[in-house]
């Protein structure tokens, strides 16, 4: 398994690419008008407590209130609001904690008006950008993520990421965290820690110390609100967050971010340093490396998969719904039963893909294939949740109901990916089309279930808008001669002016249409 990062460079935004053995499977863009990213600290206000939402609106500096939820506030935020009024007024010149003297935790179950008041300075950071019509959602529970560790101030409490499936290693890493661990913080191990040395821990841990440090140091005189630590760029994050061995190449088209993206790796994997490529190459970086076409087939209202299989992927106010077809998929050597499994599996696959792609969140309601048989269910259930082990979102899936239906909740901490990829319609009617670059994959899909059934021994004619003919017999070698190396067949093509833009017919040699 390759995975690859394609990073794409333009004055309004960073698009980054994710591929895992050549497919897309996750695509991020930073934007730099994007001032409150998932990670972000600010120096904030509350404007005033809400009994009845046992919540408070604080002034984050967005054009919304962020909202802040008892829960959120974190079980050490006395501690935490006597720390920033010493630091404030100059009081404390220590920020390790180490002889901070922690107050009581607040009360779990407490209420609002009993811990915070209006106009209060307070510590937050961002849990989830603003999403359409709704300000950040914050938390007063800090952590500073690092590579392998995961720092909390004004806690003692250390964790490992239950994806660590040996106790010895879980216990391992937990002795060796507590050896070296400052006083007065906490340290969640994540998975990627699993088999370290106690040296690689201790680095990852003296770099989030230090960021600690250099957040107090701005605590004194920064103005309200203020953004006082600032979580990764994109780049750096999502390394932070997904690199391993499996990684062969990272290629960027703009030098200056190549130079970041090198510096970062070389301090949390020096060996892997080499495989960042800076790509100066003639044509446009994503349509190298395939990954414009695979945004323009992955992002509308259907989504296709292998022989001639779809997804149908619709968007309402509270849910997203995703219907699995068959399509007109035939397999004569396999029964109905069987045919089912074997589209659902792929479905799952896809679906997995298309969460992670679009970035989907909330409830999704997915409408799998009908099957009789349990153990065909319970095969199901078990592939689409090792599909989506790779998933850093939280995520819940429920077993197919009787219906068919599996539900799966999602959690989504930036606004959803969603690319348009209708066009206008050439033919000057006013309406969209879809892009003609899935035309070329539908053709495709088309063409290799003719050629494994019996219509390919009596001739093949394409009957297609001239435009589309002169991209399909152009150039060297052309699609149709990849055809021909492909199915040992030659594909007559036959451009026909009555033709709209994307109507297209396969006919036999006798003019019967075929497909």
Not at 213 to 240: F, G, T, W, Y
Not at 335 to 350: I, W, Y
């Amino acid at each position: 398994m390759n995975r690859e990062l394609i990073v794409r460079s333009s004055p309004e935004a960073v698009d980054f690419a994710l591929l895992k053995d050549g497919r897309l499977i996750e695509l991020h863009k930073d934007e730099d008008d994007n001032n409150f990213s998932v990670g972000d600290i600010f120096l904030a206000k509350i404007r005033k407590p809400v009994t009845g939402l046992n919540a408070a609106f604080v002034n984050v500096g967005y054009e919304k209130d962020a909202f802040l939820h008892y829960h959120d506030l974190g079980p050490q935020l006395s501690s935490m609001l006597q720390f920033i009024k010493k630091v404030r007024t100059g009081k404390l010149k220590d920020y390790s904690l180490k002889d901070f003297p922690f107050e009581k935790d607040i009360d779990k179950n407490g209420s609002i008006n009993d811990v915070i008041k209006a106009n209060q300075s307070l510590l937050v950071q961002i849990v989830k950008e603003p999403i359409s019509t709704k300000g950040p959602r914050i938390s007063s529970e800090l952590s500073l993520a690092g590579r392998y560790l995961v720092m909390v101030p004004f806690s003692d409490r250390v964790s490992v990421s239950q994806k660590i499936g040996s106790k010895e290693e879980k216990d391992r890493l937990i002795r060796l965290v507590k050896s070296i661990k400052p006083k007065g913080f906490g340290v969640i191990i994540r998975t990627v820690a699993e088999g370290k040395k106690v040296a690689e821990l201790d680095k990852d841990l003296q770099n989030l110390s230090s960021k600690w440090m250099k957040m107090c140091r701005r605590l004194q005189k920064a103005p309200h609100p203020s953004k006082v630590l600032i979580e990764l760029n994109r780049a750096s994050s999502i390394l932070r967050d997904v690199f391993n061995d499996s990684f062969t190449g990272i290629h960027v088209d703009d030098e200056t971010l190549y130079n970041q993206i090198k510096d970062y790796l070389h301090e949390i994997a020096p060996q892997k340093e080499s495989i960042v490529k800076h790509y100066s190459g003639a044509s446009p970086i994503f349509e190298k490396f395939g990954i414009d076409r695979q945004i323009k087939t992955s992002f509308g209202r259907t989504a296709s998969m292998s022989r001639g299989a779809y997804l149908v992927i619709e968007h309402t106010e509270a849910l997203h719904v995703i219907d699995v077809n068959s399509g007109n998929r035939s397999n004569k050597a396999k029964n109905q039963e069987d045919t089912a499994l074997e589209v659902n599996l792929s479905a799952a696959s896809e679906i997995a893909r298309q969460l992670r792609l679009r970035d989907m969140g909330g409830i999704i309601v997915v409408d799998f294939i009908d099957m009789v048989k349990g153990d065909h269910r319970r095969k199901l259930f078990d592939h689409l949740r090792d599909e989506m082990k790779d998933d850093r979102a939280k995520h819940k899936i429920l077993p197919p109901s009787k219906f068919g239906l599996v539900q799966i909740t999602r959690q989504r901490v930036r606004p959803e990916m969603n690319i348009k990829t209708s066009e206008e319609n050439p033919n000057g009617t006013g309406t969209e089309v879809e892009a003609p670059i899935v035309l070329i994959d539908k053709i495709n899909v088309d063409l290799e279930r003719i050629m494994k059934g019996k219509q390919k021994d009596n001739g093949i004619i394409l009957n297609i808008h001239p435009f589309i003919a002169a991209y399909l017999t152009k150039g060297f070698p052309s699609p149709r001669y990849k055809w021909f190396l492909e199915y040992k067949k030659w594909v007559k093509i036959q451009p026909r002016d009555a033709y709209t833009y994307l109507e297209y017919r396969f006919k036999d040699k006798d003019g019967k249409t075929i497909r």
